[in-house]
């Protein structure tokens, strides 16, 4: 939706229409008591909920679908009457992948755009960059796809919330598969910056704990076109390659890893996002036989076999194929996007919240609440403990076999929890 545009079930409403209709409301109540009068007035405006994502620059594939996401549940809420009788206004700005444009993006939303909450990001150093600004103006934080481990341990806030999963969950739940059925020795490639460093260490940490061993680690620059520089320095004794990869990266590494024969010669797994969906098409059967974990897999099998997931599964579909021709099935980023917004929406309900001076009373609301699997969240059932505001949820450990995912173990999302690091100021 347009900056200036709400929507409700019967479609667009401009921004004249919302003041008009609240002309209306107010007009015939102008004697009722000023509580009243407060209160119609409140329900009148939307609630301004504005989103960062990336929709140019080197995470654009990415943005997009993520945006989708948003937009599906802002569409379903307001199709639904809105929250607490509210329509939401999505206000949308494109930060271009860039921390500082980020930064400079959140404060316009903060104090130009008065936005109520946020729900979106999707590159982990610009959620980073963005956090000091939502704590600043008391803006409730709703991360959409950011995974850098910090935003949840060393560098929590109250502000922030994230209502998914995060690399030290997915190495508890993972290391012992990678470690008891796939090989003992690893070596670690990964995406050099916030979020695949944070990954590495927890990886590195799960895989030792379950028996293993790492025996040496590569970082690689994001958006590095040609990675064999780094890729051809990766020999030695060991059972397995683990990549740590999103996006064009991902791609990047699944097609010259395979070219230069480290998939043939070692054991490829890794982090979901190196092959996800979006993915796939451009990787061919190069990514074959690679084994990852993913809190999202676009099956509709197993417990993924609901009607909840299939309206979810169908209504994203249609709309990715106007956006990305390769993206004709929901990835992650749609599908945390989609319960984020749905999980602001049941602070909200709860919290009683009308605007930013009931921020604390969101947070309090958003704390240990319990997502149950349905129509908000078709993922499945979910937990955002209070301690470090981190969710918990179930993981899919899969392998590609002719360029399709096959489920190879399901984790409860009791088995993926790591003790809260989180100290808030």
């Not at 993913?294 to 997931?309: A, F, I, M």
Request: aromatic residues 8%.
């Amino acid at each position: 939706m347009a900056h200036n545009t709400a929507q409700n079930g019967r479609g667009i409403i401009t921004r004249r229409r919302v003041l008009a209709n609240s002309a209306a409301v107010l007009g015939g109540t102008l004697l009722a008591p000023l509580p009243l009068r407060v209160a119609l007035a409140q329900a009148a405006k939307p609630y301004r909920i504005g989103t960062l994502q990336p929709l140019s620059g080197a995470a654009a594939i990415i943005g997009k679908t993520a945006l989708v996401g948003v937009q599906m549940a802002t569409d379903r809420i307001n199709k639904s009457g809105g929250i607490n009788g509210r329509m939401i206004e999505l206000i949308v700005a494109d930060y271009e992948s860039k921390p500082d444009v980020g930064r400079r993006k959140a404060e316009k939303l903060a104090v130009e755009d008065n936005i109520d909450a946020h729900v979106g990001g999707v590159l982990s150093n610009v959620c980073l960059a963005c956090m000091p600004v939502w704590e600043e103006h008391k803006i409730v934080n709703m991360v959409g796809v950011c995974l850098d481990t910090t935003m949840t341990t060393t560098k929590c806030s109250r502000y922030t919330f994230r209502p998914f999963d995060y690399a030290p969950a997915q190495a508890v739940a993972f290391a012992p598969y990678l470690v008891n059925k796939i090989g003992k020795k690893w070596h670690i490639a990964f995406a050099d910056y916030a979020w695949g460093q944070s990954t590495r260490d927890a990886y590195a940490e799960q895989i030792k704990k379950a028996g293993g061993t790492v025996v040496g680690t590569t970082g690689i620059p994001i958006g590095t076109a040609d990675m064999t520089p780094f890729l051809s320095k990766i020999t030695g004794d060991f059972d397995g390659l683990f990549g740590i990869f999103f996006g064009k990266d991902g791609v990047t590494i699944g097609n010259q890893a395979f070219d230069l024969g480290l998939t043939k010669k070692y054991k490829f797994a890794g982090d979901g996002a190196l092959a996800e969906s979006t993915n796939l098409p451009a990787l061919g059967n190069k990514i074959e036989g690679f084994v990852g974990i993913n809190r999202y897999v676009p099956l509709l099998e197993g417990p993924l076999d609901t009607p909840h997931h299939k309206k979810f599964f169908d209504d994203a579909s249609a709309r990715l194929k106007a956006v990305d021709p390769n993206a004709t099935v929901p990835d992650r980023y749609v599908q945390s996007n989609f319960e984020a917004m749905n999980a602001l929406k049941l602070g909200i309900q709860k919290s009683g919240f009308q605007g930013r001076a009931d921020t604390d009373k969101l947070i309090a609301a958003l704390e240990g609440l319990e997502m149950k699997e349905g129509d908000d969240f078709p993922q499945g059932d979910k937990t955002l403990r209070k301690e470090d505001h981190q969710a918990f949820i179930r993981e899919f450990i899969y392998e590609i076999r002719d360029g399709k995912y096959r489920i190879l173990e399901i984790v409860p999302k009791e088995k993926t929890v790591f003790p809260p690091a989180c100290k808030f100021v």
